[in-house]
């Protein structure tokens, strides 16, 4: 499947649909089976605020993996995407009630490259806190 999204039709500036992702302590258990990664800080609230965290956080690479969704919907190609990275800022607290928590993610055309390639500029915040810097993708255009 290639890029439906055509180079010339976006410009820098050009703003992809936002993106938002529920998150609760059941994705968590979830996603750690998924990834093998067990580590207590993602789904035992004591022994996250035993080592100094507020509660319970979610998975750095699953928060990353949310975000680069609003990137792979919008180019209708997750093969598309040649480049991704991000900081990790902030952790994403999950509290154990209904709600959990919800990452917010919005991104523009950064910059346009050689090639049909764009840089995809990425803002991921979770209770009104950035969670991810630097946060980037490049992505080959039809």
Do not use: C
């Amino acid at each position: 499947m290639a890029a439906k999204i055509g180079y010339d039709e976006v410009e820098v500036g050009t703003e992809l649909p936002a993106g938002s992702f529920p998150l609760t302590r059941a994705t968590l258990v979830r996603y750690a089976g998924a990834s093998g990664d067990f580590n207590p800080i993602h789904w035992n609230e004591k022994f996250a605020k035993e080592v100094g965290l507020p509660d319970v956080i979610a998975h750095g690479m699953f928060t990353m993996a949310e975000a680069v969704r609003v990137v792979t919907d919008w180019v209708g190609d997750p093969g598309a995407v040649v480049e991704y990275g991000v900081r990790f800022t902030k952790p994403v607290v999950v509290p154990n009630d209904d709600k959990g928590a919800l990452v917010e993610v919005s991104a523009k055309i950064g910059a346009k490259l050689d090639d049909n390639r764009v840089r995809v500029d990425l803002t991921a915040t979770s209770a009104g806190q950035k969670v991810l810097g630097m946060s980037r993708a490049v992505v080959r255009l039809a």
